[in-house]
């Protein structure tokens, strides 16, 4: 019975398995897919809307708002597209300071995810892959519960940049749930300076009840896929153009907003 497991961990340390340019493991992405499974099906249960907007070839951005104070919403929509998709694997660009957590940062390149560099986000529209970035970046996992669905700023554009130079589509993704599995209450800021961290959650469960605390509450998701904003009309030049970048950028925002609102609104219960 313990066979397959331990043949996985001896050739794990013989180094016998393989990965692709970016690290990417496709037997750790196996080992974790009963996992989101579950979180998608049974814990959240997951719908998910516009997803024929999500080619099934080639290239598109997808732009999503961030919550949730750890990278679920990535998870989920990577795991909304592989079980009901092509499926396709997309790849989150994850901020900067993930990088510098040990046991993180292997995992997430091992699922196929990247830090969000310019350079990463480029290289892989180029090859044709379907990536997602995050714009609010660290003020989105990090909103205090009062600003849940208020969207943050979206930074200068940097994503819609490079959506213009390689010809990419944008798709705004709204994701609805998230903001409430971990309520965050507040940051304890001598501890994450000490841990390197930009804040410290605090909810009305962690750090107080331990690691019972960073069970994330089984609240209802849904994720809309919205339509696609072509960006090849404009033409590369258009990323030296702030006024093109600005209106690209609120309107993925506006979109994105627009949606979290009307999900908001129709809204009747956390849990069903």
Known sequence: MLRGPLDFLLRRLEGNYITDAYGTDPEIIELFRPLLEFMYYRWWRVTT?????????????????????????GAMIAASLYLHHSPRLVRNLFLDWFSKI???????TALGQLSGLHRN???????EELLC????????????FKDRYRLA?????????I?????????????????????????????????GMPYFPVTPFFPWLGLLGAMPLPVKWSITFCPPIDT?????????????VFMLNEQV????????????????????
Do not use: C
């Not at 040990?102 to 997430?108: E, I, R, T, Y």
């Not at 986000?121 to 090859?127: K, P, V």
């Not at 925002?253 to 069903?272: G, P, Y």
């Open 49 to 73: 809307e516009g997803l024929d907007y999500v080619p099934a070839q080639g290239r598109a951005l997808l732009v999503s708002n961030h919550s949730g104070v750890l990278p679920w919403d």
């Open 102 to 108: 040990p046991v993180l940062a292997p995992g997430f």
């Open 121 to 127: 986000a480029t290289h892989l529209l180029e090859a």
């Open 133 to 144: 970035t995050f714009p609010e970046g660290v003020k989105g996992i990090g909103k205090p």
């Open 153 to 161: 700023r979206f930074g200068r554009g940097g994503y819609v940049q």
């Open 163 to 195: 959506a213009l130079r390689t010809g990419t589509p944008i798709i705004p993704v709204a994701v609805f749930g998230a903001e409430e599995i971990y309520p965050l209450m507040g940051s304890i800021d001598p501890l994450a300076r000490l841990l």
């Open 232 to 244: 090849q009309q404009y033409g590369p030049q258009a990323a030296d153009d702030p006024l093109i």
């Open 253 to 272: 925002r506006h979109t994105i907003q627009r949606v979290l609102n009307e999900k908001l609104a129709a809204r009747r219960s956390l849990f069903w």
